[in-house]
């Protein structure tokens, strides 16, 4: 399997406090790996450092070829074409409509015609399972299920080759949080999408994800799939999955 995300001996530092010291992993191209562990190990703080919003201390992380440590910013502006990221509270703007949103990564990025964007966030908005007529609604006027779609198709617009998902069903009833599941999974399949989600929703991990990495002090506890996870001998991971 050809390897699209290398994490090597990452180290984060927050004034005085260590977050991680040494992670590694592998992500696979076409895998949904799941970020897992405590609350407060720095499993966000990993998936910001992936996309470039944050800065890691020490080791290396490799993206599509590309190694963020000494990117060059031309490099960096191709790669985060290549990726979309849904935020854990959707970060759609509030002032644009769902169609507004999801067109402006287009606008900003794209020489297409105002008719090819809007034919693009018609497709997008199929694709996610909303409705048509959602389009012109606001981010106040929807439901929570429907701002993480609506973020979604906005995370889709470019068509990326990589997804990050943070959280993706928390806040969700749990009609809302399958339906997203399935949502991810028909989109993996159908778009050769590879995922990268940080989730502690135990349906949704054992619904969704191939392999996980699990971050428990500082340090990566496990590495692999879920089939073999409860025979590690980790506190949070046997309170966890049992």
């Known amino acids: 399997m050809k390897a699209i995300i ?3 001996d990452v180290k984060t530092i927050f004034e005085k406090r260590v977050v991680h010291d040494g992670l590694n992993l592998t992500i696979n191209q076409g895998e949904i790996y799941g970020l897992l562990g405590p609350s407060g190990c720095g499993k966000t703080t990993l998936l910001r450092e ?18 963020l440590e000494n990117i060059k910013q031309d490099d960096a502006q191709k790669l985060r074409r290549q990726w979309g990221v849904l935020f854990q509270a959707g970060a759609l703007f509030s002032s644009l409509s769902v169609a507004e949103n999801i067109a402006l990564p287009l606008q900003e990025y794209t020489d297409l015609s105002p008719k090819m964007i809007d034919e693009i ?13 959602d389009a012109l ?6 439901s929570g299920g429907m701002k993480k779609k609506a973020a979604l198709a906005r995370s889709l617009s470019m068509d990326p080759k990589l997804l990050f998902l943070d959280e993706p069903t928390s806040g969700l009833d749990p009609i809302s949080a399958r339906d997203f599941d399935a949502l991810i999974l028909k989109l993996r399949s159908l778009l050769g999408l590879t995922i990268v989600m940080v989730s502690h929703d135990l349906k949704s ?6 392999k996980v990495a699990i971050i428990d002090n500082k340090k990566i506890a496990y590495e692999g799939t879920l089939s073999e996870v409860t025979s590690v001998q980790n506190e949070f991971i046997q309170t966890f999955f049992r």
């Open 50 to 67: 992936m996309v470039m919003l944050q800065k890691f201390g020490g080791g290396s992380i490799e993206i599509l070829g590309y190694n």
């Open 137 to 142: 609604l606001y981010p106040s006027q929807i």
């Open 205 to 210: 991990i054992y619904d969704t994800l191939d």
């Open 121 to 133: 966030v018609e497709f997008k908005i199929n694709l996610v399972g909303l409705k048509c007529r």
């Open 6 to 8: 290398k994490v090597r």
